[in-house]
C-alpha cells in the first residue's frame, strides 16, 4: 500500500516537476533571450506545420492579382503580404521557403558537424603523421573562402538539390575538427579517461561513452553559432541563381526575385530579407547565451 502511494506520488509530480523546472528556466532567461527563443519555437512550427499554416500553395499563381501590395497598404484581404511578380501569396511563399531554408540549414550544419567532430576525434586518436596530415587538411580548407570552394563545385558537377545540401554540410566542419581535437586531446589527460584505459575499455568506448559527453556541451553551442552561417550561405547561393531552383522556394531565391522590383513592389524582397534577418539574429543572441550558460569559465 505504502508502495502504490508512493507510486502516484512520483508519477503525480513528474509534471508539476517538469513544468516548474521549465518555469524556472524561463524566468532565468534575459527578455532578448526569451523573445528570441520564443521567436525559434514558432519558426520550428512553421517548419513542421507548413502546410496547415499556409493559406495557398507556394506555386500557386494568380495573374489577374499580381503586384497586390499587402492587405494594410491598400491590398487584398486575401493576401495579407501582398502577391509577387507571378500573383502568388507573399505569405504562403515565406512560410514554405522558411520551412526550405531551415531544412537546407540544419541538413548542412548536421553534416558539417558529424564530419568535423569524426575527424577530430581520428586526429586526436592516431596522433602522428595522421594528425599532421588531417590539421594541414583543416588549414587548407580555413584558408580558402568557402563560397569559392561551393561556386566551383556547383559549376562543375551541376546544381541539384542533394548537392546542394552536401555542398552546404561541408561549411564549417574544419571549426568543428579543430575544437573536438583539442578538447579530446584535454580531456585525455583526465583521471576518468586514465582509468578507463586502466580497465581495458576499448578506444570507441572510450570516446562514445564518456568523453563524447563530456565536450558535447561545446560541440552545441558551436552548431547554434554555425547555423545562422548556413542559412546565410544558402541565402547567397540561392540570391545568386545557384542554390535552390525553381519550382522550389527559398527565402533567398524569393530575395534574389524580388530585386527587380524593390521600386516598385518592395515587399517582394523585404518580407523574406526580413525573416532572413531576424531568424540568424535570434540563433546568433540564443547560441551566445548557451555559451555562457554551458562554459563553466563564464559562470558567475
Known amino acids: 500500500m505504502a508502495d502504490q502511494t508512493q507510486g502516484q506520488r512520483l508519477r503525480g509530480g513528474t509534471t508539476p ?4 523546472g521549465i518555469t524556472r528556466e524561463l524566468s532565468r532567461m534575459p527578455a532578448l533571450v526569451l523573445i528570441c527563443a520564443l521567436f525559434l519555437f514558432g519558426t520550428l512550427c512553421v517548419f513542421v506545420f ?41 505569405l504562403s511563399r515565406i512560410i514554405y521557403g522558411t520551412r526550405m531554408s531551415i531544412f537546407v540549414a540544419i541538413a548542412g550544419t548536421v553534416i558539417g558537424a558529424t564530419i568535423g567532430t569524426a575527424i577530430g576525434f581520428l586526429a586526436a586518436h592516431f596522433r602522428g603523421w595522421i594528425e599532421e596530415s588531417v ?13 569559392i570552394v561551393a561556386l566551383a563545385v556547383l559549376a562543375f558537377f551541376g546544381n541539384n538539390f542533394l548537392l546542394f545540401v552536401l555542398v552546404m554540410g561541408l561549411n564549417g566542419w574544419e571549426t568543428y575538427a579543430r575544437l573536438t581535437r583539442g578538447m579530446v586531446l584535454s580531456a585525455s589527460e583526465h583521471g576518468y579517461v586514465t582509468s578507463m584505459r586502466a580497465l581495458g575499455a576499448s578506444p570507441l568506448r572510450i570516446y562514445g561513452r564518456h568523453i563524447l559527453p563530456n565536450i558535447a556541451s561545446a560541440l552545441i553551442v558551436q552548431f547554434t553559432l554555425n547555423f545562422p552561417e548556413t542559412i546565410l550561405l544558402e541565402t547567397s547561393m540561392s540570391f545568386l541563381g545557384l542554390g535552390i531552383q525553381p519550382p522550389l522556394t527559398s527565402l533567398g531565391l524569393m530575395l534574389g526575385s524580388g530585386r527587380d522590383y524593390l521600386l516598385t513592389a518592395w515587399w517582394i524582397a523585404v518580407f523574406p530579407g526580413l525573416m532572413i534577418f ?9 547560441g551566445d547565451w548557451l555559451r555562457d550558460r554551458l562554459d563553466p569559465t563564464l559562470r558567475r
Open 17 to 20: 516537476g517538469l513544468l516548474s
Open 50 to 90: 507548413a502546410d496547415l499554416l499556409a493559406p495557398y500553395h507556394y506555386a500557386e499563381q494568380d495573374l489577374l492579382n499580381r503586384l497586390k501590395p499587402p492587405s494594410f497598404l491598400g491590398g487584398i484581404s486575401e493576401h495579407w503580404l501582398g502577391t509577387d511578380d507571378l500573383g502568388r501569396d507573399l
Open 135 to 147: 590539421m594541414m587538411f583543416v588549414d587548407f580548407q580555413a584558408s580558402i573562402p568557402f563560397m
Open 278 to 286: 531576424f531568424t540568424t539574429l535570434a540563433v546568433s543572441i540564443l
